[in-house]
């Protein structure tokens, strides 16, 4: 939200509202120093890059919120949620790259914030360096981890996100399925929706939608950004001095930031930034190679790809774009499971010859994996076509759905992971579908144009 905002001050600025605005809005930003004193920096790569953490600020939500929007409990005084903002030196790209907050990390050596006492260097879940060593440690941390010089910092508290949504007249999201999460609250239908503060606040804090947890949230959170920006780029905000006014004003008093991030340079990057908008920027989060790695002491945590995150922290250092092909305009139907992913054996349930290699073929040629060896069903009389699966699987099952429509989806307890279609005399063709997440390359990156609503 915050870095959306940022950018919102930067287009201000890039549109001629003028320096007096932006100065007063620096006036409300509270200062700190993550930088003090830190030594063996990485060296400098190209464009800028700024650490964007957010911190839980539920005790600042009112008593009716917090039931309304299940926010109960204490607040954990850590980073909720972190990512590094990299701005290109051309100021033409945006990536955004999300950490993990159950990374595994090793702080360095350091005095606790709290205490005064010195510490070893030590394994730590990443969103805990906060708690021990404030903004300073988490930037010491994170620069170790990655080698990726830090250049601002911007620590938000999330109070103020629901007024500011509010503020924003509201964000649209579109989801290929419907979407429950009984611990936040969040219920909504597939389709289209304008969320409003407290549903988008449940919608980028959802963890139990799927069985993706965390990992799931972070790419929530990354279509919600998105949207956001489309949302403030599109709607005239920016131009209007008096709601980007009011919008600021909910954002800005949350927020704490390096002494050298303020007027000045949000103006210079404006006036580079002039043609900014969603499809300028790109998200992704680094490449996990253990999952639920247990530590004593700490828990299960997730360990980063070694090699495939020095590759993307690489690219950041050196400037390049991630998401390096895009998407053609499609008019495919968005399906939540990829069709790559589905293991398919095609029947012929009719007398027809050859009807299962056309399917077969159909099918394959829109991404399922079949097993090109269709075969004829021990029924030549099916009408409707059928698609056996395992409950397991009923994701990809209504993914597969969608490719045939009229299909009739029949649950077989454990028949496993290949779904089977059984042709029927109803089959006309194979509906082109794509996952509703078109991230990839090797970094699994995604344009901000290429996740919202088609």
């Known amino acids: 939200m915050r870095a959306v905002t940022t950018l919102s001050v930067v287009v201000l600025a890039s549109a001629g509202i003028g320096h007096s605005v932006i100065a007063s809005l620096d006036a409300d930003i509270a200062r700190v120093d993550p930088f003090k004193d830190m030594k063996n920096r990485p060296q400098a790569g190209h464009g800028m890059n700024i650490l964007l953490v957010g911190t839980d600020g539920r005790d600042k939500i009112t008593e009716a919120e917090r ?3 299940r926010l ?4 954990c005084h850590c980073t909720d949620t972190i990512m590094i903002v990299h701005i290109s030196e051309d100021r033409e790209r945006a990536t955004v790259v999300s950490l993990p907050r159950d990374s595994y990390a090793e702080v360095p050596p350091h005095s606790d914030q709290s205490t005064g006492r010195q510490h070893q260097g030590h394994p730590i879940k990443l969103n805990a360096a ?3 060593g404030g903004p300073q440690l988490t930037v010491r941390t994170i620069e170790s981890m990655t080698h990726v010089k830090i250049d601002h910092y911007l620590e938000v508290d999330f109070t103020s996100f629901m007024k500011t949504v509010d503020v924003l007249g509201g964000v649209k999201i ?3 399925q419907p979407m429950k999460d009984s611990y936040t609250g969040l ?3 597939a389709g289209s929706h304008t969320l409003m ?5 449940q919608y980028v804090r959802s963890r139990h939608v799927d069985g993706a947890s965390d990992l799931g949230r972070m790419q929530r959170q990354q279509r919600f950004l998105a949207a956001l920006v489309d949302r403030a780029t599109s709607s005239g905000v920016l131009l209007n001095p008096i709601r980007f006014r009011d919008v600021t004003r909910a954002v800005l008093g949350s927020v704490r930031a390096d002494k050298g991030f303020g007027a000045d340079e949000l103006l210079n990057l404006g006036r580079a930034m002039r043609g900014f908008s969603p499809s300028s920027s790109e998200f992704t989060t680094v490449p996990i190679g253990r999952m639920g790695y247990a530590v004593k002491g700490i828990g299960s945590t997730l360990k980063w790809d070694p090699a495939k995150s020095e590759r993307l922290f690489q690219s950041l250092r050196d400037d390049k774009p991630l998401a390096t092909h895009r998407h053609p305009v ?3 139907a968005r399906v939540e499971v990829a069709p790559q992913q589905i293991q398919v054996q095609v029947e012929n349930g009719t007398v027809t010859a050859g009807l299962g290699r056309r399917v077969d073929a159909a099918l394959a040629a829109t991404g399922f994996r079949t097993t090109r060896r269709p075969v004829n069903a021990i029924d030549h009389t099916v009408e409707r076509t059928v698609i056996a699966y395992d409950p397991r699987w009923d994701r990809s099952a209504k993914s597969l759905a969608t490719a045939l429509p ?3 989806l029949r649950a077989v307890q454990g028949q496993g992971p290949v779904l089977k279609v059984i042709a029927g005399s109803d089959f006309r063709e194979v509906r082109k579908v794509r996952a509703e997440d078109p991230r990839q390359g090797q970094f699994g990156a995604v344009r901000g144009d290429e996740v919202g609503c088609a």
């Open 187 to 189: 219920d909504l239908p």
């Open 67 to 69: 039931q309304m929007y």
């Open 197 to 201: 503060g407290g549903q988008a606040l």
């Open 330 to 332: 499609s008019t495919a």
């Open 72 to 75: 109960g409990g204490a607040p």
């Open 130 to 132: 906060y708690a021990e």
């Open 406 to 408: 009229g299909s009739e």
């Open 174 to 176: 579109c989801t290929a």
